[in-house]
């Protein structure tokens, strides 16, 4: 395993060897002078912010999209987030990084009229901060998200995120939009767990396209009486909506288009909350709670830690809460090597076996 290291505020992108102690200045200066290898990691400083002067290409002249390999933060004192700035005009990501594994950094205003984020591979313990523009803001395709705070990047004619189609994952995310946004999650195929959707005043949370599989989730409008947490829409597959709670929308799950299957969903200050009645295949398989108070501790200061009542009811004691609206902690991380080792450093973090995410 191969360590690089990067600093923008001491590094040297001529001068630098990539050791902590020569660090190179930036991401694309990493990429451009070392050798793709699998199992590198790049330790990207929090000291100060990788502010770019053009989209990151990884794929010249070194081609490190075919190999595994990490970016992490490096923790010197600042919180141990290493931030990659688009500037306001540039993608923070390669366009074809399908096997990197980031772990604890910041993407930030990107493009203001295309992408913060687009990409493959898994994003862990990140964080997605942008104050508007137009333009889907994240593209995961194929994408796996586990612990990551998207806060606030929407944008007031399209989205946060829109997959193109393709299959993202994610657990223990939280949304945080404002109302300059139209919908949280656009098009493509999504599953989520233990995630929060928190608005206010976007119309809407999911909507349109593919299949949505969401279980342990908390769609929250905190706009009271806007919109829709999950939007009914033409060219909807599959649905499967299990153990989630919804709270004030207009109408908190909009059945419509194709299969949904909904079961043990908690219902609070909607004012609607189920719509069936264009649903192609609507099929609640068990007891859906409306209740007469939150369900959530302090929802509107960022605590959806689930109330007494509500787990005294059976909903799920793991749907995540937070008191910071910041990211959920999501516990140690033990990568196994590909021979079946195991330890605690990222040894082939882009290939691990994670063995504890809480």
């Known amino acids: ?6 600093d923008p505020a001491t590094g040297n992108d001529l001068s630098g060897d990539g050791s902590s102690a020569y660090p190179y200045a930036s991401i694309q200066g990493a990429y451009d002078a070392t050798t793709p290898a699998d199992d ?8 100060a912010s990788d502010v770019l002067t053009a989209s990151i290409d990884s794929s010249s002249p070194n081609n490190w999209n075919g190999s595994r390999h ?11 987030y290493g931030v990659i700035d688009g500037d306001g005009s540039y993608r923070c990501t390669g366009s074809l990084q399908q096997q990197t594994f980031w772990h604890k950094i910041e993407f930030t205003n990107g493009n ?31 994408c796996t998200l586990i612990g990551c705070l998207f806060d606030n990047v929407g944008s007031s004619n399209n989205g946060t995120m829109a997959n193109g189609g393709d299959v993202t994952y994610m657990h223990k995310c939280l949304f945080k939009q404002g109302s300059n946004s139209v919908f949280a999650v656009y098009r493509g195929y999504l599953h989520a767990t233990n995630s929060v959707f928190w608005l206010n005043g976007a119309s809407r949370c999911l909507w349109d396209g593919g299949s949505y599989n969401l279980t342990n989730c908390t769609l929250y409008q ?34 419509q ?64 809460g937070t008191s910071t609206a910041t990211n959920f902690p999501i516990g140690a991380i033990t990568a196994a090597s590909s021979s079946g080792g195991g330890g ?8 691990a076996k994670f063995t504890r995410l809480e």
């Open 1 to 6: 395993m191969a360590d690089v290291y990067i």
């Open 257 to 320: 288009y194709g299969q949904n299957l909904v079961a043990n969903n908690a219902f609070y200050n909607n004012t609607t909350n189920v719509s069936s009645a264009s649903a192609n295949m609507y099929y609640d398989a068990g007891t859906d709670l409306v209740l007469s108070a939150s369900g959530l501790t302090d929802p509107s200061n960022g605590d959806f830690t689930p109330t007494s009542d509500l787990i005294a009811k059976g909903f799920p004691t793991n749907i995540p």
């Open 112 to 142: 203001t009229t295309g992408n913060l984020f687009s990409g493959r591979g898994t994003c862990i313990d990140c964080k997605f901060t942008n104050t508007g523009g137009t333009g889907y803001k994240i593209i995961p395709n194929l």
């Open 70 to 80: 990490a970016i992490v933060g490096w923790d010197r004192g600042n919180g141990g």
């Open 40 to 47: 590198t990691v790049f330790h990207l400083s929090d000291a």
């Open 222 to 255: 905190q706009s009271t009486g806007t919109g829709s947490g999950i939007g009914a829409a033409g060219g909807v597959g599959i649905r499967n909506i299990t153990n989630c709670y919804f709270e004030g929308w207009a109408t908190g799950l909009g059945a």
């Open 344 to 351: 605690s450093s990222y040894t082939n973090v882009a290939a």
